[in-house]
T-cell receptor, first 113, second 110 residues
Framework: DTAVSQTPKYLVTQMGNDKSIKCEQNLGHDTMYWYKQDSKKFLKIMFSYNNKELIINETVPNRFSPKSPDKAHLNLHINSLELGDSAVYFC????????????FGPGTRLTVL | QKEVEQNSGPLSVPEGAIASLNCTYSDRGSQSFFWYRQYSGKSPELIMFIYSNGDKEDGRFTAQLNKASQYVSLLIRDSQPSDSATYLCAVRQGAQKLVFGQGTRLTINP
């Protein structure tokens, strides 16, 4: 059974399009995260939610909008995609907001052409 | 200065030797430190975490903290080819956020 799953695994799209990435966890965790990993492997947090409430919102363009319909799901919608958005996006979850042990999903490789 | 810094490597170590990975952090008040391993094309997975009150050993892995010099290290004893991966150091900032270093690519040579 997959603990943290993301769809799609690969996403190739044109500049200016709007796309969404979905994430689901079946661990019963209360906190979920979105990270961006660039081509140099630098992993940076974008957002975190605890029980559907936004608790971390880093300096991310407002083209990125997370949505948490329930505590097992955290989706990421991106408007007006730009070349610089190309990266691997990881969803993660943890039992508590302190994030002592975060479980990562398999990642979504986004390529903007 | 970056908040968490690592030497990006690659670090090459012969099989059976000790691999030593280091990470420096800028916030002197940091109290929680994490090591994640990431195989190529895969997601990060937690190896171990330590608090500011001491070092920790888990099997072949030992995490050590030097608060005075603001660095944390990960030692891997009896290195195996399967240990070849990128190792990400992370430091908790505030109550909830992890700040990651850029990772050190480790290669264990048979």
């Amino acid at each position: 059974d997959t603990a943290v799953s993301q769809t799609p695994k690969y996403l190739v799209t044109q500049m200016g399009n709007d796309k969404s990435i979905k994430c689901e966890q079946n661990l019963g965790h209360d906190t979920m995260y979105w990270y961006k990993q660039d081509s140099k492997k630098f992993l940076k947090i974008m957002f975190s939610y605890n029980n559907k409430e936004l608790i971390i919102n880093e300096t991310v363009p407002n083209r990125f909008s997370p949505k948490s319909p329930d505590k097992a799901h955290l989706n990421l919608h991106i408007n007006s995609l730009e070349l610089g958005d190309s990266a691997v996006y990881f969803c993660a979850s943890s039992q508590d907001p302190g994030g002592n042990e975060q479980f990562f999903g398999p990642g979504t490789r986004l390529t903007v052409l | 200065q970056k908040e968490v810094e690592q030497n990006s490597g690659p670090l090459s170590v012969p099989e059976g030797a000790i691999a030593s990975l280091n990470c420096t952090y800028s916030d002197r008040g940091s109290q929680s430190f994490f090591w994640y391993r990431q195989y190529s094309g895969k997601s990060p997975e937690l190896i171990m975490f330590i608090y500011s009150n001491g070092d920790k050993e888990d099997g072949r892995f030992t995490a050590q903290l030097n608060k005075a010099s603001q660095y944390v290290s990960l030692l891997i004893r009896d290195s195996q080819p399967s240990d070849s991966a990128t190792y990400l150091c992370a430091v908790r900032q505030g109550a909830q956020k992890l700040v990651f270093g850029q990772g050190t690519r480790l290669t264990i040579n048979p």
